[in-house]
């Protein structure tokens, strides 16, 4: 599946928050802090740009898949 190149950081929070278990905690300038307990204890920020950059998007994707040992595609499939 092909990374989408037009996702906003609102949308990503937005799944992350609805479909995998992630909370906003707070927000320290452009950057929305997410976390979560399950199943272990993480904790990442999101810029809440209009467009993400790939590069960015893509590290993201790759830090949730791997707490929660699922591929990206299942995380993209949320979005």
């Given at each position: 599946?092909?990374?989408?190149?037009?996702?906003?950081?609102?949308?990503?929070?937005?799944?992350?928050?609805?479909?995998?278990?992630?909370?906003n905690i707070h927000?320290?300038?452009?950057?929305?802090?997410?976390?979560?307990?399950?199943?272990?204890?993480?904790?990442?920020?999101?810029?809440?740009?209009?467009?993400?950059?790939?590069?960015?998007?893509?590290?993201?994707?790759?830090?949730?898949?791997?707490?929660?040992?699922?591929?990206?595609?299942?995380?993209?499939?949320?979005?």
């Amino acid at each position: 599946m092909r990374i989408p190149r037009d996702l906003s950081g609102r949308d990503l929070i937005q799944a992350l928050c609805t479909d995998w278990a992630y909370r906003n905690i707070h927000q320290v300038g452009s950057h929305v802090i997410l976390e979560t307990d399950d199943p272990a204890h993480h904790r990442i920020a999101i810029p809440d740009h209009k467009v993400l950059r790939i590069g960015t998007l893509n590290g993201i994707l790759r830090a949730v898949a791997n707490h929660k040992g699922v591929s990206r595609e299942d995380i993209l499939r949320a979005v």
